[in-house]
């Protein structure tokens, strides 16, 4: 004689522990995906930076030491197609003089600006007779002809485009 087994299928208590699982899972994922594609934007501007002070040295080589006047100078050494990761074309301006606060005792100035301008760009400032300071969102200025800084600030995770967010500076 065949015994029926009555308890078939799954307990009210193991499908509510895989519903847990999966929802903690789903969470995770949820809450990580943004910070992902913040910091995979910001290594993207990081390159790009790269490529503009790559695009210096060309002109300073092609013009016998001379630093670019505007960033219009630079153009022909970068690929055409350059722009940030959320679509727009960079803000860049290239500056001999420093804003912000300044240190006059260590020559060193700190440039406060926003992640984006009022157009959406992300801002980028060549400083010219700069070089970056150990300090984060300072630089030296006055150092030497020939020198120069690339700055901008990093997309932060608040949603704000003035405050969090760390400077990036890049030593040509």
Known sequence: MEKHNLYRGFTIIEV???LAIAGLIFIMIFLGLPV?????RNEQRKRDMGEI???IQNYR??????MPESFESIKPYIRQDIRDPDGDEYDISID??????MDTKN???KFEYHTKTYHGKTQVRIHKGSRCAEDEGYIY???KEG???VTFRLESGDGSTTQGGHYYCLDI
């Open 141 to 143: 200025h006055d150092v």
């Open 61 to 66: 080589s092609a013009n016998k030491g001379r």
């Open 16 to 18: 509510v522990l895989v």
């Open 96 to 101: 001999s003089a420093i804003y912000g606060n």
């Open 36 to 40: 992902l594609q913040r910091s995979q």
């Open 53 to 55: 002070a790559g695009a």
């Open 147 to 149: 020198h120069a800084a």
């Open 107 to 109: 020559r060193k100035a």
